[in-house]
């Protein structure tokens, strides 16, 4: 039902800017939890089949950082211009579960052709599709937003501000996994790459809410204060053995500021808009 609906927000001519952060925000943590789903079908690497978890680390990355991408456009253009790629990715996930549910995990667990199996070649197209056409066509937006002076930030400073936290975050992430004594990621990794998720999604939603309201993005998002603490203890050898344990309180605290601040802008733009949020009833005014 994605695409559909915005279209059944302006028939019943409830569109909102609420619809348009909820519809977008969800799609921000969905889109990693799409990934973390992908990861239990195709089973994780044993030496001969499946994927290891460095490999669904950079697939993650790769997705996460091609949907902040799309946004940063619409924080510079004002248009949100979604590739066809977006919509190939979703037809491969339902036709991934259906040969799943279909064949039997037996599938990834056999080459396709040549020695490669299914999913080398679905991290293949996941590359080529967004380094080499979903990211040079938001360069082109951007560059022909130029050409048109129809760009809404003049500065180049203003205009890569939205890009600093998220980077950020990947590289203290790919710090804490290339360099944690104790390989989280092997041994924790849906728990991590959870955490990853749901940061990425917190991180992009105020990109969003910037991009909404015509505002300008903070540099430093509060996450990567304690998640640098954390991945400096980690890497030093503080944690030792609570490195597992601290990252699942990370995970806990980080989930619940996600779902916390959701809610409170749920809220606030419900009372702002006068609406609720899931009835097509206007509120009483008080």
Known sequence: LDS?????????????????????????WATSIFVLSFFSVCSRDNGKTGVSVYTMYIYLSIVLFNFMCSHWEKYNT?????????????????????????????????????????????????????????FPQTLYNIHRAHLKKTLKNDSLYEGLLPLVSPLLLFVLLTVWVVLSPSNILAKQPRLFLWMVGVAFSNVICKVIICQMSSTRPELFHWFLFPLALVVYAAISGLLGWMEEAVLGVFTALVTAAHVHYGVCVGRQLSEHLNIYIFSLKKRVQE
Not at 9 to 21: D, K, N, V
Not at 88 to 114: D, M, N, R
Request: hydrophobic fraction near 50%; charge should be negative.
């Open 4 to 28: 559909i609906d915005g279209k059944h927000a302006r028939r019943t001519q409830s569109s909102t800017p609420l619809g348009e952060l909820f519809d977008h925000g969800l799609d921000s």
């Open 78 to 134: 004002g248009v949100l211009f979604l590739p066809w790629g977006y919509d190939i990715s979703q037809v491969v996930l339902i036709a991934a579960y259906l040969l799943t549910g279909t064949v039997g995990v037996e599938v990834w667990q056999k080459p396709l052709l040549f020695g490669y199996y299914i999913t080398d070649v679905l991290v293949i197209l996941l590359i080529g599709f967004s380094l080499f056409l979903s």
